[in-house]
T-cell receptor
Framework: AQSVTQPDIHITVSEGASLELRCNYSYGATPYLFWYVQSPGQGLQLLLKYFSGDTLVQGIKGFEAEFKRSQSSFNLRKPSVHWSDAAEYFCAVGAGGFQKLVFGTGTRLLVSP | NAGVTQTPKFQVLKTGQSMTLQCAQDMNHNSMYWYRQDPGMGLRLIYYSASEGTTDKGEVPNGYNVSRLNKREFSLRLESAAPSQTSVYFC???????????????????FGSGTQLSVL
C-alpha cells in the first residue's frame, strides 16, 4: 500500500527566506503526487500536482515541487516566503484508483518577521 | 459561491447520541468523500462515493454510515457517538482525470471548511 512521510512536524522560516518542505512516498509504480495547504480553520486547498511529464511542477502562490523518482521524493519549495504562507502543508499520493488518496501527517510552517 | 458546503461547523455531543453531518457541492462533481483530521495523523478517509448511488469504505469506516442522497449531497451519520470520534470532519468532492491511457486519478479535491465535533 502507498504511504507518505513528512519528516518535519514544524518548520520556522524568516520572512523573505527560502523554503523547502520534505515529502517522501512509498509506492511501487509511478505515483500521482499532490501538495495541499490548510490555513487555520479552513479546508485544504490544492497547491500543485504531478501526474506525468516534466518533473518540476509549478503551483499557485509561487510554490513549486520536484518529483525525484530515485529518491521517492516530492519536495515543495518557495524562493521567498511571505507571512501569509504560514499554514499547514500536506503532501498526498494517489495510486490504485482515483479515490485512494493518502495524506501525510502535515508540516506546520511558521514565518518569523 | 461555488464549492463544498458543510453543516454544522461546530457540534458537541454526549456519548451515545447520534447526528448527521451534511455536505453539498454545486460543481456537478461525481465523486464525494468524508475525511477526518486528527492531530499528528493527517487526513484519513472514512467513506467515499465514486458516483451517485454508490458508496464505499475508506480507511476508518467503523462507527459511521453514509448516504449519497443525490449527486449534490453526501451525508455522514454517527449512530452512537464515542469520544474517539472527536475530530474535525471534512467533506470533499472531485472530478476524475484520465492519465496515461486507462489510469485515473483525482484532478483535485475541493474541500469544505470542516465540522469540529466533540464527543463528551
Amino acid at each position: 500500500a502507498q504511504s507518505v512521510t513528512q519528516p518535519d512536524i514544524h518548520i520556522t522560516v524568516s520572512e523573505g527566506a527560502s523554503l523547502e518542505l520534505r515529502c517522501n512516498y512509498s509506492y511501487g509504480a509511478t505515483p500521482y503526487l499532490f501538495w495541499y495547504v490548510q490555513s487555520p480553520g479552513q479546508g485544504l486547498q490544492l497547491l500543485l500536482k504531478y501526474f506525468s511529464g516534466d518533473t518540476l511542477v509549478q503551483g499557485i502562490k509561487g510554490f513549486e515541487a520536484e518529483f525525484k523518482r530515485s529518491q521517492s521524493s516530492f519536495n515543495l519549495r518557495k524562493p521567498s516566503v511571505h507571512w501569509s504562507d504560514a499554514a499547514e502543508y500536506f503532501c498526498a499520493v494517489g495510486a490504485g484508483g482515483f479515490q485512494k488518496l493518502v495524506f501525510g501527517t502535515g508540516t506546520r510552517l511558521l514565518v518569523s518577521p | 459561491n461555488a464549492g463544498v458546503t458543510q453543516t454544522p461547523k461546530f457540534q458537541v455531543l454526549k456519548t451515545g447520541q447520534s447526528m448527521t453531518l451534511q455536505c453539498a457541492q454545486d460543481m456537478n462533481h461525481n465523486s464525494m468523500y468524508w475525511y477526518r483530521q486528527d492531530p499528528g495523523m493527517g487526513l484519513r478517509l472514512i467513506y467515499y462515493s465514486a458516483s451517485e448511488g454508490t458508496t464505499d469504505k475508506g480507511e476508518v469506516p467503523n462507527g459511521y454510515n453514509v448516504s449519497r442522497l443525490n449527486k449534490r449531497e453526501f451525508s455522514l451519520r454517527l449512530e452512537s457517538a464515542a469520544p474517539s470520534q472527536t475530530s474535525v470532519y471534512f467533506c470533499a468532492s472531485s472530478v476524475k482525470k484520465v492519465v496515461r491511457g486507462s489510469r485515473v486519478t483525482n484532478e483535485k479535491l475541493i474541500f469544505g471548511s470542516g465540522t469540529q465535533l466533540s464527543v463528551l
